[in-house]
């Protein structure tokens, strides 16, 4: 039996060739730890998913936690599978912008939480390349409590209007049934509500004394 030994020139290049190996591993590896920390620690959600069939191959904990799901009930799934998106035409759109553009930034898009709850997010998302394949790198930032902040500071300022034109309306006036009928008109316009009937009654609030109404059709229709 023939033993194969390998000469020493090929013992050299062998080693040449780890050494280069080896090499790249360690130009690589800071990039790759600073990612993983980028990653693993962003303030916002963060997902890594294959772009031909929404595969969720990594998300962060910020992710978990706005989602309410396990690593495990999301690594594996597709997004579909998940029922993340509220809006499923909107994520085809997302998906087409991004297959055009390769970036897409602070889109507003709303994501369903494992119990059901809406999420709103900003998302932006670039295209990477994982193992030859293109996935996208998508960062939402939530701002559910930002946009429900702001849906109750326009109910207020809203509030606040109807009050300040139903007492500039009323000025000066001691008719009852005057204020009961312009606090109607101003409440049907401002909630654009089909009827509106307001009554004041007695001490005993046996019987209404003065009672009005207001309909889209009728501006002002003042009742016994």
């Given at each position: ?12 290049a062998?080693?040449?060739?780890l050494?280069?190996?080896v ?12 990612f ?5 620690t962003n303030p916002d ?6 772009l031909?069939?929404?595969l969720?191959v ?11 799901y ?5 690594v594996?799934?597709?997004?579909t599978?998940l029922?993340?998106w509220?809006?499923?035409?909107q ?6 912008a ?10 507003p898009?709303?994501f369903?939480a494992?119990t ?6 900003l998302v932006?998302a670039s295209?990477i390349?994982v193992?030859g394949e293109a996935?996208a ?7 559910t409590v ?6 109750e500071?326009?109910r207020?300022?809203?509030r ?21 009928d312009v ?9 654009q ?12 609030r046996a019987?209404?004394i003065v009672?009005a109404?207001c309909q ?8 016994g």
């Open positions: 039996m023939t033993t194969y030994s390998p000469s020493d020139s090929e013992l050299l062998e080693l040449d060739n050494r280069r190996r090499a790249d591993l360690e130009a690589t590896a800071p990039e790759t730890s600073l993983e920390t980028v990653f693993r959600a963060i997902a890594l998913v294959r031909r069939d929404g969720c990594d998300v962060n904990e910020q992710f978990l936690r706005i989602s309410g396990a690593y495990e009930e999301v594996g799934q597709t997004d599978e029922g993340l509220v809006d499923v035409e994520r085809g759109r997302f998906e087409t991004l297959r055009q553009g390769g970036l897409i930034e602070s889109v898009a709303q369903r494992k059901g709850v809406p999420v709103t997010g932006s295209i390349s193992a996935h790198l998508a960062v939402i930032k939530d701002i930002w946009q429900q902040a702001e849906m500071l326009r207020q300022n809203r606040l209007e109807l009050l300040n034109r139903i007492v500039l309306a009323v000025a000066g006036s001691t008719e009852p049934d005057h204020v009961l606090a109607c008109r101003e409440l049907a316009w401002a909630f509500v089909p009827r509106v009937t307001a009554m004041m009654f007695s001490p005993d019987t209404a009672s109404e889209p059709d009728r501006v002002s229709d003042r009742l």
